[in-house]
């Protein structure tokens, strides 16, 4: 299934998502056609049981989809709506159809079916028919819940520095299409952790697109007669870039294999960390190789390098993560050190955004 998935994203976004669709998407139009050959294509609901008419497909599975669009950005939020839908059917809710998206940072609270609060920096939240949330109620427990963007009592919109919509959502006491309590084996920020891992994934696409740009322009820029490529420092620079593209390929693959019911917490941390880290490499590499045509317009190297450094910082910046690996390793202590580090069960991570 994931040799599938790679090959059909792959060439349907290839096809599709082309530097003018994404200029026009930072513009503020939503690409229709490309989300109908995604949604024809079976790709919003790959993770959501065959029942509902989903490929019922895991994480690892799903890692190749998530990862392709951010080697193409792809201005969708198909990642979201993965997210979103899994997060429905662990709270047996059931995956939707319509556009989704999820919000992790939430002042949400609920009561007799109704919820008031706001929703900050929800990705294409204007774009999205549906969002998924948590609130709280008066007891302290914790609810998912689904909600139509349509009863939005306001909604404020906003873009990170890649023109992506990040829209603010406020609610007062709104009707609440479905809501359950979360499942106790789900911690109150599953959802930062499962955009942690998206955006984990979509960094190390990007980064893998980067160096291919990198290395075919190096290859073809001659400076003193011969392709700069074939200086040792432009060497030296590529090879670096390669090494961030691989490190954070295997840092977010590591975290995707990891998942299932449960988000392995200390993977994705380790793989947001890493990945965020590879981005501000990548994307310096990037534009110290091109030169003063990396800054350019026309030339779609700024594409790849903003949404760089956009995703680096949502879902927790590489300084939230690195503080929520070194209070846990130093919680665990010496005695501890090596089996936290080979024992699943011993990295479960506290997280406060």
């Known amino acids: 299934m994931r040799e599938l998935f790679e090959s059909t994203i792959e060439r349907l976004l290839s096809d599709l998502c082309t530097p003018d669709l994404v200029h026009e998407a930072e513009s503020g139009e939503w690409p229709a056609a490309l989300w109908r050959a995604l949604e024809d294509n079976g790709f919003p609901l790959a993770g959501a ?7 019922d497909a895991s994480w690892a599975d799903l890692y190749v989809i998530i990862r392709a669009l951010g080697r193409f950005a792809a201005p969708v939020p198909l ?23 999820f919000a992790s940072e939430t002042s949400l609270t609920i009561g007799e079916g109704r919820v008031s609060g706001g929703l900050a920096q929800v990705p294409w ?14 007891a302290g427990q ?28 406020s609610f007062s006491a709104a009707a609440v299409v ?23 994934a979509q960094i190390a696409g990007a980064i893998n697109a980067l160096l291919e740009m990198t290395a075919s322009y190096a290859g073809e820029r001659k400076q003193f007669g011969k392709p700069i490529a074939a200086f040792q420092a432009i060497q030296q620079q590529l090879a670096v ?27 994705v941390a380790a793989a947001k960390v890493s990945a965020s880290e590879a981005a501000s490499q990548a994307a310096a590499i990037g534009h110290s190789v091109h030169g003063a045509i990396g800054f350019t317009q026309e030339y779609a190297l700024h594409m790849l390098t903003r949404r ?33 580090l080979t024992n699943p069960e011993l990295q479960d991570l506290s997280t406060t955004q």
């Open 49 to 55: 049981p065959e029942v509902a008419g989903g490929a």
């Open 79 to 101: 990642a979201e709506m993965i997210i979103g839908n899994w997060l429905l059917e662990q709270a047996g809710l059931g995956a939707r159809s319509d556009i989704l998206s």
């Open 125 to 138: 939240g204007r774009f999205a028919d549906s969002v998924v949330a948590l609130a709280g109620d008066n």
């Open 142 to 169: 914790t609810h998912v819940v689904l909600l139509d963007v349509a009863t939005a009592e306001r909604v404020r919109q906003g873009t990170n520095i890649a023109g992506e919509a990040r829209d603010h959502l």
């Open 178 to 200: 479905m809501s359950a309590v979360l499942p106790p084996h789900l911690a109150d920020d599953v959802l930062l952790a499962a955009g942690a891992m998206a955006r984990s």
């Open 241 to 267: 870039l390669a090494e961030q593209a691989a490190a954070a390929n295997v840092a977010a693959e590591a975290a995707f294999a990891g998942a299932d019911q449960r988000l392995p917490m200390f993977s």
């Open 308 to 340: 760089l450094w956009s995703w680096r910082s949502e879902f927790g910046s590489s300084t939230f993560w690195s503080k929520a690996l070194g209070e846990h390793v130093c919680a665990a202590g010496s005695a501890d050190f090596w089996p936290m």
